[in-house]
Each structure stands twice: as C-alpha cells, then as structure tokens.
C-alpha cells in the first residue's frame, strides 16, 4: 500500500446504509493496523453510496475508494470482484477483510482465487502472528476452534462472522482520504445483470445481525402455532428463526432456517421452543452468548448447549413468557 502496508476493507452495503458487518468488520481492522501503525481503506462499490464514506472514515478508515454507478445498483459478484482485485494490487494490500455474510461468502472465495491469497472463512478472532494474522474458525460444528493463518502469494485474506467482533464507536472528529474509482463497463462489466430483486418472506429484522431470536421447532405442531413465536419475538423486538423440521414442513419460510443448511446466526440470546436441538440445528446458534431452550423432554439434546433450560410445555410457558414480557415494558 503507498505510504506503507495496510489493510483493505470490504465495505458492504444493505439498503443504501453500511451493514453491521462493515462496522464490525472495520473495528477488527483498526485494532490490528494500530498495532502495526498501519493504514486502513475502505471499498465502498454500489449506486449512490458515496454519502456512507465520511461514515467508513469515522469508523476507522484512513482512505475510502468509492466506485459509484447505476450498474452498480445490486451486488454482483464478478464485477465486486475485479473492482477490489484493482484496488487490492494498486494499493498493494496485504490483508483483505469482508463479512461472512451472504455477500462475502459469494465474493471472497473467487476474490481469493484471483489474487493467489489464503484465506479464513467465518472468523470469531483475529490476531497477530508475527507478520501474519491468525484467525480462530470454529469447525465440526463449533466443537474445535481452527487457528488459521491464511498465508499465500497474494494477500491474507479473512472473512468475519457476523456479530463477532464489536462494533468501534463513531468519532466524528477522524478525517481520511476519499477516492472517486471510475466505474469501466468494459473492465468491470459482469456477465450477470439483475433483472428484479423479491425480498423473500420479509420479516424486520435480519436473523443473522439480530441481537435476540425467538425460534420455534416442531414442538408448535402446526403451522397456525408458529404466531407464539412471532408474538414472543415481536415483544422483545426479535428475528423469528425456524428449524429445519418446520421449513420442511412448509410453516415458514426457508429464509428463517437457523443451522448447517441455513443460516449461521450469534445473538446475545437465542430462545428455542419446541427444538430437539439436532446437530444440525445446533451448528447454527450454539455460539449464541445465552441459550435459553423450552422443551418437555428433559433428555432433549438441546439443554447441553442451553444456558437456562425449561422443562415443559410451550403452550403454557410461551404466553406467559410474552405477557411477562409486555408487562415489564410498561
Ligand atoms: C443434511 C442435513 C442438514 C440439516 N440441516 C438442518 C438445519 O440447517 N437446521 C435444522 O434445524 N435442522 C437441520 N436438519 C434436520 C435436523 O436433523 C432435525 O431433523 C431438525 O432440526 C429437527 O427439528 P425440530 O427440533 O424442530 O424437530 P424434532 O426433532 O421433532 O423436535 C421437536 C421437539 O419438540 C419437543 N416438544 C414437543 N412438544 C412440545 C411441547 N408441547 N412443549 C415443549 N416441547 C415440545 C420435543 O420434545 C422435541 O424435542 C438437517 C438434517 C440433515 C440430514
């Protein structure tokens, strides 16, 4: 990187604002490049998004590339892809970081291809080794803890788990440099073109950046009785999730699947209702801070990882919990 080594931040983008991940994601950079006293920069790439740079600059950035333009509109992949690659050789970065989200898990393997790198994928720690980073990667299901560094040719490459690392403070004060990247169809067209975006079975909050997700299992056994999940969630100001069983099933929709075939989330709590607690759920929640389970059988694997277990019926305990709920916030 001119005027030194630095490292290169993905700044991800969800309806017009930075995701949590890019704050998360930014923090991480900081703490690592001030120990080294580093540079860090940003890439901002999307339509109309050149407002959120002052923004990557008081979290942290020190220089912010933005690559504005109307074919931007939605993420595609492949020209996300050479947009960074340019930006990650002509400011000759040596480590890459991005979100483990469903953009990054799409744009940094073939990122990671394309620059010869190694890379650490859904990260819950980062650290120094010496001149390399060392990422911590939970495998077989959170039951081991990879320490990985992801040494190759090109840059080090790592993306974050979401709601794993803290958020930095904004401080206004933090000035940095902005940089207008020209946008070239012919050099950073992609093959792909968005015709239309559906939102797929919206609910408010995301389940992959909410704080506390209320998910409900077969236990409910039916459909109609998924509404105590959602009352409960709703109260608390909570993502629905959903196991696998009930998606199945057709009671809600793929979008609130939590585990290995859906989505990996990391609340400061998860309460599960009705949830054997398979491994393949578990895979998906178990590094949530508090797990608090309600289920009637007392063997139910689910209380092995549960914080707080509750023995018994759902339908007694899920109103209640709800009314509780409402009344303490009167
Ligand atoms: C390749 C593969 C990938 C998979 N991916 C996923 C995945 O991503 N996510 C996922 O969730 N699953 C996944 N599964 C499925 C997983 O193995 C389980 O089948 C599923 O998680 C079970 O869902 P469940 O806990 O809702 O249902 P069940 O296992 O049927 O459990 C229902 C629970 O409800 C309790 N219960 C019943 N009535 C009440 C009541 N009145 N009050 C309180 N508790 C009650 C029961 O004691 C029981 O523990 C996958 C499976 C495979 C093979």
């Known amino acids: 990187m001119s005027g030194g080594a ?46 959120l740079a002052d923004e990557l600059i008081s979290l942290g950035a020190d220089k912010v590339f933005i690559c504005q333009s109307s074919n931007l509109k939605g993420f595609l992949d492949e020209s996300y892809r050479k947009i960074i690659n340019e930006i990650a050789l002509s400011e000759n970065a040596a480590i890459i970081l991005g979100g483990a989200t469903f953009v990054g898990k799409s744009l940094f393997p073939g990122l990671a291809a394309k620059l010869s790198s190694g890379m650490a994928a859904d990260i819950t720690e980062l650290v120094w080794d010496g001149e390399n980073i060392l990422a911590t990667r939970p495998a077989y299901g959170g039951k081991v803890l990879l320490k990985v560094s992801p040494v190759g040719p090109g840059p080090q490459m790592a993306t974050l788990r979401p709601k794993a690392f803290p958020e930095p403070s904004p401080d206004t004060g933090r000035t940095g440099e902005k940089v207008d990247f020209q946008y070239d169809e012919s050099k950073h067209g992609s093959r792909v073109k968005i015709l239309e975006s559906v939102v797929e079975g919206g609910q408010e909050i995301s389940l992959t950046e909410a704080d506390i997700i209320v998910s409900g299992g077969r236990g409910l056994k039916e459909a109609d009785n998924y509404k105590m999940v959602r009352e409960l969630a709703s109260v608390l100001g909570a993502a629905s999730g959903a196991s696998r069983a009930i998606v199945d099933a057709g009671w809600v929709p793929y979008s609130h699947q939590v585990g290995q075939t859906g989505k990996t989330v990391n609340p400061k709590l998860y309460i599960a209702c ?33 914080t707080y277990g509750i023995v018994g019926d759902l339908f007694e305990i899920l109103p209640k919990l709800t009314e509780r709920v409402k009344e303490l916030a009167k």
């Open 6 to 51: 630095g490292i290169l931040t993905f700044a991800e983008t969800k309806d017009g604002k930075l995701a949590p991940i890019t704050r998360e994601t930014l923090g991480a950079a900081r703490k690592l490049a001030d120990e080294k006293s580093w540079k860090v920069t940003s890439v901002l790439i999307g339509d109309s998004i050149s407002p």
């Open 274 to 306: 009705g949830i054997s607690g398979a491994i393949q759920h578990l895979v998906g929640m178990q590094s949530s801070k508090t797990i608090v389970a309600i289920n009637r059988d007392p063997e139910a694997p689910i209380f092995k990882v549960a």
